[in-house]
């Protein structure tokens, strides 16, 4: 989906125009991919916008900063109200929200010393992620996550989505909505730009960070969100096989939010038959897991502001909006 420009984007603390956010060619994030990142939503409310979990968003983005050895000029106060002030200038919300710190123009030898941090944020609107609204078709890729100590997961840093890039256009080109990545041990990691849930017997699982999963919020939420509605939840290394025999699994993300998983690898899920072929017809009977719709309801009733905030997710914004976006 092409990006929809909207009025202003915050720059180093300022409000710049849209057209005039561009960067040199030779800077150094072009070269070689020194940036990190933020993807947050701001979710349409009943009297109004609220940004989620913008703080924790925002330490991810100093905590990938400080992996990466790049000083940003502004505290987590600062950011925060950058993009507060931004959303209610571009008068754009519900809306995605796009943090970047970057590497700009200077030198052009590997060493980032002499190259400026530069710090810009951008909202826009962007509805759902991953096509397929009950449930998403999806595959194991060929290609293995970051291995460890080569390219820090748990920074959320540009040049990591170049392996994204790999899964996610094999899983297109085969013709599935999205790939899952195993570790370079072949356990189950994550999506190209998902975390990944699991359900067994009525147990939650989700792979630990050291299987070269990125920290994500979403994920945190539903370990929260579980733990709150009495589930029980683990966080384990997953054999690959897990996922076929799983009674449930889904996908959390900032972008893909809560997102059931339908067939892996052509593999219906949960269907507690064996040898089934996974055919048009079993396809347009699925349903998502009731695991999976508690989660989902209470994370979008949080998010939509039509449960209470009891976890205090919420920053509001001045915008009036009347529909969410993803629904
Ligand atoms: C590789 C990867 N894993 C997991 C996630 C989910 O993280 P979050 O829930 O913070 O958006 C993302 C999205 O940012 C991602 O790109």
Known sequence: MPIQATSKIWHNGNLIPWEQANIHVMSHVIHYGSSVFEGIRAYGQPHGSAVFRLPEHMQRLLDSAKIYRMELPFDIEELCAGVVELIEANGVAPCYIRPIALRGYGEIGVSPKGSPVEVYIANF????????????????????????????????AGANYMNSQLIHMEAEINGYAEGIGLDVNGLVSEGSGENIFVVRNGVIYTPPLSNSALSGITRDSVL???????????????????LYIADEVFFTGTAAEVQPIRSIDRILIGDGKSGVPCDESSLQGWKPGEITKKIADEFFGIANGLKPDRFGWLTPVKVNATEPVGA
């Open 224 to 242: 929260t969100i579980s733990r709150h509605l009495g589930l029980t939840v683990k966080e384990r290394s997953l054999p690959r096989e897990l």
């Open 125 to 156: 609107p962007w509805g759902k992620y991953i096509a397929g609204h009950g449930g998403a078709d999806v595959c194991v890729s060929s290609w293995n996550r970051l291995a460890p100590n080569t390219m820090p997961s748990l920074a959320k």
